[in-house]
Each structure stands twice: as C-alpha cells, then as structure tokens.
C-alpha cells in the first residue's frame, strides 16, 4: 500500500492521496497522539491536526524516506509542540487506554485477563518519561525498525537502542 500511496505523490492528486493516508496511517496516529496526551478527545483533534499539515505540507514529502515515517514525523513534532504549548498538567492513565487496545476474539476469561494485562502495560508504559515512551511505543505497538525509529524521532539509533534496554 505505501507504494500506492507514494505513486498518488507524483499524481498530485492531493484529495485521493490525503483520504488514503488517513486510512492507513490514521488509527495508528491516533494511537501515539494517545500515547503523548492520554486523552481521547485531544488525540483525535490533533491527528485530524496532523492530516491536516501533512495535507498543506505535501509539496515537501522528497521521497527519501517512506510515507509513514514522512507522516510519523510530522504527528510526532505536532505533539510535543502542543505539549510544549499549554499541555503542563499530569494526566493519569484512565480506562480509555485499555478501550484504545483492539480486543481478540476469545474466551471471555481470557478476554478479561488480556484487558487487565493490556492495562497494566498501558498504565506503566504511560508512566515512563516521554523520551522513553515514544521509543517503546514505536518499537513494540507500531513494530517500527530501529533505524525507522531514529529517523521518526531524528535520534542516533544507538540512543534508541540504549532507550529500549534501559531497566
């Protein structure tokens, strides 16, 4: 799909290329706008925030890199620009992060016991400083490679390395 979505680039068809981003690439912004500012409704504006940029920006994707770490870029800098802005306050981990986690079709026991793992997860994952959460989060949720991650977050991969071993 990303090949498709590269092709749209050279189409200048700026509709069709914005409503495929957002397919693919959406939930997933979703998730680490979540991640930042752990709260629902302010996730879901700043992601439409996000396609909204990639959408006025989309004369400065060069193709050196992929769309979605092109995209990833740009979710990552909109949010520590609005928590750098007014976002100061501590936000407490609620049962929203556990609704944000796809459920599997199984047992209801072994549902229950997944949510109470996810949300344990969630809850210490969340509780790790920023620098080390979105490491994580990128890594192990969104599967990214280590070199994906340093070019996403503009660090040297041997800090991300070191960011996702530290105890």
Same mark, same amino acid.
């Not at 090949?3 to 981003?21: G, Q, R």
């Not at 991640?35 to 879901?44: G, H, L, Q, R, T």
């Not at 050196?64 to 979710?75: E, F, G, Y």
């Not at 981990?93 to 199984?106: H, K, Y």
């Given at each position: 799909?990303?090949?498709y979505?590269?092709?749209?680039v050279d189409?200048a068809d700026k ?5 495929e981003m957002?397919?693919n690439? =959406?939930e997933e912004?979703?998730?680490?706008m %979540?991640s930042y500012?752990? $709260? ?11 396609f909204v ?5 989309l ?11 092109w ?9 520590? $620009?609005?928590?750098?802005?007014w976002?100061?306050?501590?936000v ?6 556990v609704?944000?986690?796809?459920? =599997?079709?199984?047992g209801?026991? $072994?549902?229950?016991i997944?949510q109470?793992e ?13 620098h ?7 890594? %192990?949720f969104?599967e990214?490679s280590i070199?994906e991650i340093?070019s996403?977050? $503009?660090?040297n991969?041997?800090?991300v ?6 105890d």
């Amino acid at each position: 799909m990303e090949e498709y979505i590269e092709n749209i680039v050279d189409t200048a068809d700026k509709n069709n290329l914005i409503d495929e981003m957002m397919r693919n690439f =959406g939930e997933e912004v979703l998730y680490l706008m %979540y991640s930042y500012v752990k $709260d629902k409704a302010i996730a879901e504006d700043l992601t439409q925030e996000v396609f909204v940029k990639c959408y006025k920006n989309l004369h400065t994707y060069k193709q050196h890199s992929k769309m979605k770490t092109w995209v990833w870029r740009i979710a990552i800098n909109h949010c520590k $620009d609005y928590l750098k802005s007014w976002y100061k306050r501590k936000v407490i981990p609620s049962e929203v992060a556990v609704a944000l986690i796809p459920a =599997g079709e199984s047992g209801v026991e $072994d549902s229950v016991i997944r949510q109470e793992e996810d949300e344990e997860l969630i809850i210490a994952v969340m509780a790790l400083p920023i620098h080390y959460r979105e490491v994580i989060y990128l890594f %192990y949720f969104q599967e990214m490679s280590i070199k994906e991650i340093s070019s996403v977050t $503009d660090q040297n991969s041997n800090t991300v390395k070191t960011r996702l071993k530290r105890d």
